[in-house]
């Protein structure tokens, strides 16, 4: 499976970046080397993503980064995984995806959809 990273650097007032690393690791763990995006505008995220021959865009962020990240894959076949590291995180909420470690909301990413 090829995984790319979608990093809102901003997430979390800055403070996901802490966790980079850390995310990396437990991907390498899975087997998994990902791509790395980091756009610096919805744009961006469009034509990043759009452009990505990845299986799986797993976003690091908030609502803002998955609402992007969604609609640049609404027509496609490739699936969306969530590390829910932003502000309110109130998506990852009411899909029942904030409770947990990262190590979890790593796992729970490479997951197979419902």
Known sequence: MKV????N?????GRANNYVEQILSRLKFHGLSP???SPNSTDEV?????????DRI???GGDGSLHYAANALAETNRT???IPLGTGNDAARALGLS???LNEHVDRALDEPL
């Open 35 to 37: 791509d790395i995006l």
């Open 4 to 7: 790319v990273l979608l990093i």
């Open 46 to 54: 469009k034509k990043e993503i759009s452009e990505s021959t990845a």
């Open 99 to 101: 409770n947990g470690s």
């Open 58 to 60: 797993i976003v690091i």
């Open 9 to 13: 650097h901003f997430a979390k007032a």
């Open 80 to 82: 969306l995984g969530l």
